[in-house]
């Protein structure tokens, strides 16, 4: 098996400098993740319960639908949020690396056949520990939103019973 480690070398950063960039992404992401969340809640909200059993499990599918799309395109944003600053600070030389990179480590995958030169390793490292936390923070509110929904059903399954 053929094995081809991609190294670009550009001008080592002092630790200093690494924290305050990774500091300033980790910061951006995280408000954007908020800001993301916040607007999935803004329309979640507008789902109303309907009476129909079959019109409520698609409304319900959509929404579900909809959540796990819309915290896919928020991680698509963030890796190229992450991928932008390699190839803007040019740790790598191309786009497609950076994002190739930024990709496999915010989801903590890590191949290494693209690593980031010394002097810049401390932001892959931020990185995947930001990719951890915000993924984890995902799947938390995916968890809540799918678990309300089943709440939702049973409630109105309980005053059908009742009615």
């Known amino acids: ?13 002092s630790v200093t400098t690494q924290l ?16 993301g969340l916040a607007g999935l809640l803004l329309i979640l909200r507008r789902h109303r319960h309907v009476q129909n059993r079959m019109l409520g499990a698609v409304m319900n599918s959509s929404a579900i639908s909809l959540v796990a799309f ?23 030389p191309e786009f497609e690396q950076a994002l190739y990179f930024s ?5 903590t995958i890590g191949y290494g056949d693209v690593v980031l030169p010394r002097g810049s390793r401390i932001l892959g490292a931020i990185e995947g520990a930001s990719g951890i936390i915000l993924i984890g923070w ?8 799918v678990d309300r929904l089943k709440l939702l059903e049973r409630g109105h399954a309980a005053i059908e019973r009742q009615g």
């Open 20 to 35: 305050a960039i990774a500091s300033l992404i980790v910061g951006t992401t995280v408000l954007l993740h908020l800001a």
């Open 103 to 107: 990709t496999s480590t915010y989801v």
């Open 138 to 145: 995902s799947t938390a509110f995916f968890f809540s939103v």
């Open 1 to 13: 098996m053929l094995e081809c480690r991609i190294i670009f070398r550009v001008p080592d950063m």
């Open 70 to 92: 819309g915290l896919f395109a928020l991680h698509s944003v963030e890796i190229w949020t992450w991928a932008g600053v390699y190839q803007w600070i040019g740790v790598l």
